[in-house]
């Protein structure tokens, strides 16, 4: 049994559809060429980034001292999530990177 749309003669419906079968496959295309950029993207990206040696560690005092932050309000950024160390040995250490990516987020939203 064939479908034909009652507005729309038998010809006009078959070249609606394959208008429609076409805009998918250019879609389907674009989405496969975004897909491969941006693997390019982050292929590049981790090839970028430094070696776990040459990356700067920034202690919890580091943090306070430069950002003139005190110890309720480190506890506070903690607690909210906007700073997110790594704990070694019981300390609060954080890649340079990361503390940069918190400052901007937080300036994003309002908050410096």
Do not use: H
Request: aromatic share 4%.
């Amino acid at each position: 049994m064939e479908v034909v749309c009652p507005d729309l003669g038998r010809s006009s419906f078959l070249k609606e559809s394959q208008i429609m079968e076409s805009s998918l496959k250019e879609i389907a295309e674009l989405l496969r060429t975004i897909s491969n950029v941006l693997q390019e993207i982050k292929v590049d990206l981790d090839q970028k980034q430094k070696p776990l040696a040459e990356r700067r560690l920034w202690t919890k005092q580091e943090v306070m001292e430069k950002v003139k932050m005190t110890e309720p309000t480190y506890n506070r950024n903690l607690k909210k999530e906007i700073l997110n160390p790594m704990r070694l040995s019981g300390s609060d250490l954080y890649f340079e990177e990361d503390l940069v990516k918190a400052l901007e987020e937080s300036r994003r939203k309002g908050r410096i």
